[in-house]
DNA sequence: GCAAATTTTCTTGTATACTAAATATGAAAT
DNA sequence: ATTTCATATTTAGTATACAAGAAAATTTGC
């Protein structure tokens, strides 16, 4: 039985356009974006940029405003904050969830992203960072293997990814940030939940 | 500043309709449905559908397999044990956020909804009890004014709706599920939160 | 000069037509 | 009869055209 390789749509593609260009600071927070505009920059029609844009809505990435225009989101302090609660709801439930054999099966690919946040933080790579940064937090939450749980925080973290960049950490704050992921390895490594779980919320809140 | 009322699009109502359908069981879980049967039914063309079927898909109501066709989800055992976890989670975020004030200032819908669910549970509407238990909730939710709660909740209530009617609960169980509504308010008034707590968790993993 | 109303322009919403991929059908070979 | 290959058919993906609503520009009245 052949595994078929489906090549990405057009809507695809262009999706991980304009969120590559949303977080990155291209598209700022606020600024609307025509339909037209974005088909003419790409080459393409508007069907699959519509597409592209709505997934972007349900992703909370962009916000439509009916009959008239699309916006990039922006968030207020308050959103930031709720969603930073949401967030760490959420990786402790996955904390909860995690079995020693989980950890054991993940924890290599885990060290490797905590490592190349390090590293990336070293050589002045934010933008990389930041995407390894989401990674290690994705692959946390999908050793758990519980898939309603990781559709779940893979919607939050688009917008903890557009909350990062918009957040303007220092290097030290930052650098901080960066070696919890050490120690939050170090006590699943020691299936030690309970500072597991201390050190997540530490982890989220000092980013709040 | 007048407040426009901006009517549905064919894109919205055709959301609606589908998402009717598949919750009222009329379209089952693993049923195919392509979209120019559904244009012909609705009698819109295929470009509203299409864009009812993505978002479907993005509520987890509806599964894409690119370039071939889009099948209403079907459960596992599994998924459905899973998606309670994250209920059960994001319900604990709510009670943890709730103040006495949230509680006052929607204790009353609350309640209105709690009797909904009473009611017809006794005149035996299945249908209207789920749509009750589903808003009672999402009321619970949106109580703590944290957006980015409520629209993660919402986006898992379509597919806690999906389990319910799948499930089949007997009138006893559904019974008891129903009468906790009333304990779990009447923890609220009492600003009891560690009761309230322990009552959801039963109340949700009663229903896994 | 300013405010309200009207017109114009721009943008989204929808239909339709076309393309290309996936599935189903049927014929040929074993 | 069964498998394989070629063909046909169906269906999704995309482009384009047009309709309708919202925003912007202009005109009109004061």
Not at 95 to 119: F, G, W
Request: with cysteine; net charge neutral.
């Amino acid at each position: 039985m052949p595994q078929y390789i489906v090549q990405d749509s057009l809507a695809d593609k262009v999706y991980n356009l304009i969120k590559a260009q949303i977080l990155s600071g291209e598209l700022k927070g606020g600024m609307v974006i025509p339909e037209e505009h974005l088909a003419q920059q790409f080459g393409v029609s508007r069907t699959p940029i519509r597409e592209a844009i709505r997934r972007l809505a349900e992703y909370g990435l962009v916000v439509l405003k009916p009959r008239s225009h699309a916006m990039v989101y922006q968030f207020t302090e308050k959103q930031a904050h709720d969603t930073a609660k949401v967030r760490l709801a959420l990786e402790l439930l996955a904390i909860e969830l995690l079995t020693p054999a989980m950890v054991t099966k993940h924890i290599n690919e885990l060290s490797r992203l905590a490592a190349d946040c390090q590293y990336n933080l070293v050589v002045g790579n934010r933008a990389e960072l930041f995407v390894k940064d989401s990674l290690f937090h994705l692959e946390l939450v999908k050793c758990t293997e519980n898939e309603a749980l990781f559709s779940m925080y893979e919607r939050l973290d688009s917008r903890i990814q557009l909350l990062r960049i918009s957040k303007n950490f220092s290097d030290e704050l930052l650098g901080n940030i960066i070696h919890q992921h050490l120690l939050i390895i170090q006590s699943l490594k020691n299936n030690d939940m309970p500072a597991c779980r201390e050190l997540m919320t530490k982890h989220v809140n000092h980013q709040m």
